[in-house]
């Protein structure tokens, strides 16, 4: 009976030791059913990134519990925790939805000067020696002059107007913090990024001055987050020597 448990803890802490040690993940990622290649697989946990081949298959070095990011160029991002299945046979089956293209807003007015009608002076006739003598008053030979010309003004107006761009939503620190919050955790910022636990909220405040961190924020874009936020550890560890 002794011997009994003894190998059963054996191989509770083989089991444990497996499940905290990395191990090489396999998957595949597909859209719509079909294999998609050129896909970025992010371990969220370690920062090490791979790409799906054509066949829509990766392999990357993780452990149960790790984050797994997989984020493409006109595709929704997705985020998943690896759990003991995953390490199996059939590895990590992930499906991407494609984003619709979003068309930019383009505002037309259309303008209209308030033009009064005017009926036409009617000329009295003149008489054939008036006629044939080319005077200021012959109405009958062109002098070259325009009469009621185009309003370039108001042709301007509109020109401009078909111009007119969507001013960018204004991102708030808020919103920032809950995109951090939403694909970010404790252990990127202790693990990849080497930061103190106490260290963290001081980084991301100054990651939120820079104008950057808005753009990418509002652009939904994971992959350049992280990139970003790797580069401005580099400068926070200048400013704090």
């Known amino acids: 009976m002794k011997i009994t448990s003894l190998v059963a803890l054996f191989l509770f802490a083989v089991q444990f030791a497996f499940s905290q040690s990395e191990k090489p993940v396999q998957g595949k990622v597909t859209t719509d059913g079909f294999p998609t290649g050129g896909i ?18 990766f392999s990357i070095p993780a452990k149960v519990g790790d984050v797994l990011i997989f984020a493409g160029k006109n595709y929704t991002a997705r985020k998943i925790t690896l759990n003991q299945k995953d390490f199996g046979k059939t590895g990590v089956e992930t499906s991407m939805n494609q984003e619709a293209i979003q068309l930019v807003e383009v505002e037309i007015t259309k303008e209209v000067d308030d033009v009064k009608l005017v009926p036409p002076i009617v000329e009295p006739l003149r008489s054939v020696d008036n006629i044939l003598n080319n005077s200021p008053n012959n109405m009958m030979v062109y002098n070259g002059s325009i009469k009621d010309g185009l309003n370039f003004v108001a042709i301007g107006k509109m020109i401009g107007k078909l111009f007119k761009k969507k001013k960018d939503k204004v991102i708030t620190h808020v ?15 202790l693990n990849t990024l080497k930061l103190k636990e106490d260290e963290i909220e001081i980084f991301l405040e100054f990651c939120y001055a820079d104008p950057k961190m808005a753009t990418l924020v509002n652009d939904n874009n994971v992959l350049e987050t992280s990139d970003f936020l790797i580069s401005k550890k580099e400068e926070f560890r200048k400013l704090k020597n």
């Open 175 to 189: 919103e920032m913090k809950e995109y951090v919050s939403d694909n970010f955790n404790k252990d990127f910022f």
């Open 40 to 57: 970025e697989v992010i371990n969220q946990t370690n920062g090490s990134v791979v790409v799906t081949d054509v066949s829509g298959k």
